[in-house]
Antibody, heavy 121, light 109 residues
Framework: QVQLVESGGGVAQPGRSLRLSCAASGFTFSSYGIHWVRQAPGKGLEWVAVISYDGSNKYYADSVKGRFTISRDNSKNTLFLQMNSLRAEDTAVYYC??????????????WGQGTTVTVSS | QTVVTQEPSLTVSPGGTVTLTCASSTGAVTSGYYPNWFQQKPGQAPRALIYSTSNKHSWTPARFSGSLLGGKAALTLSGVQPEDEAEYYCLLYYGGAGVFGGGTKLTVL
């Protein structure tokens, strides 16, 4: 079935790094844009980043620009989010979500279950 | 910093009609912002309802519709059901980068 499965979450100290992964199955991964969306405890949704189907276009939220890097390996049907210089405010559940298009505009016809990132000393 | 604004809360009676709106701090919302709408219930992942202003996903109930209204994106629920009680988020795209609104808590009472 069509599925996205995140992994890589955990606890990190401020200033450290984490790398999230999102494994896709059940659809042609290399044809669609994929997003990262996060939700801090008790808060609303925050859009984080998107990468186009071929990795040629990447867009970031101002809050993570310069610290986070989105990438994909279409040969392995996997999306990544490299998170550097982590801050307490990056604490959230991180979801990967598929777009209906090859880049952006239709986020979320498929969502992962989420992976929790906690930034704390 | 771009801000997307939604009504914090709305209440509607079962069977009634309600319109949620989504405004941009940059000015009028147009189709070029590809408005998306999502529903989230407590403890669940978000569920996409509408993309590109008015396009429905295959699972979106017919009572949900998206439009542009008075310079804002709008989500209208007609014939509201008790199960529609949830938080609703809009998402606008600014040259590829997305910004969510703060969410509207819809109460069905």
């Amino acid at each position: 079935q069509v599925q996205l499965v995140e992994s890589g979450g955990g606890v990190a100290q401020p200033g450290r790094s984490l790398r999230l992964s999102c494994a896709a199955s059940g659809f042609t991964f290399s044809s669609y844009g994929i997003h990262w969306v996060r939700q801090a405890p008790g808060k609303g949704l925050e859009w984080v980043a998107v990468i186009s189907y071929d990795g040629s276009n990447k867009y970031y939220a101002d809050s993570v620009k310069g610290r986070f890097t989105i990438s994909r390996d279409n040969s392995k049907n996997t999306l990544f989010l490299q998170m550097n210089s982590l801050r307490a405010e990056d604490t959230a559940v991180y979801y990967c979500a598929k777009d209906v298009h090859g880049d952006y505009g239709g986020l979320g016809d498929v969502w992962g279950q989420g992976t929790t990132v906690t930034v704390s000393s | 910093q771009t801000v997307v604004t939604q009504e914090p809360s709305l209440t509607v009676s079962p069977g009634g009609t309600v319109t949620l709106t989504c405004a941009s701090s940059t000015g009028a919302v147009t189709s070029g912002y590809y408005p998306n709408w999502f529903q989230q219930k407590p403890g669940q992942a978000p569920r996409a309802l509408i993309y590109s202003t008015s396009n429905k996903h295959s699972w979106t109930p017919a009572r949900f519709s998206g439009s542009l209204l008075g310079g804002k994106a709008a989500l209208t629920l007609s014939g509201v059901q008790p199960e529609d009680e949830a938080e609703y988020y809009c998402l606008l795209y600014y040259g590829g980068a997305g910004v969510f609104g703060g969410g509207t808590k819809l109460t069905v009472l």
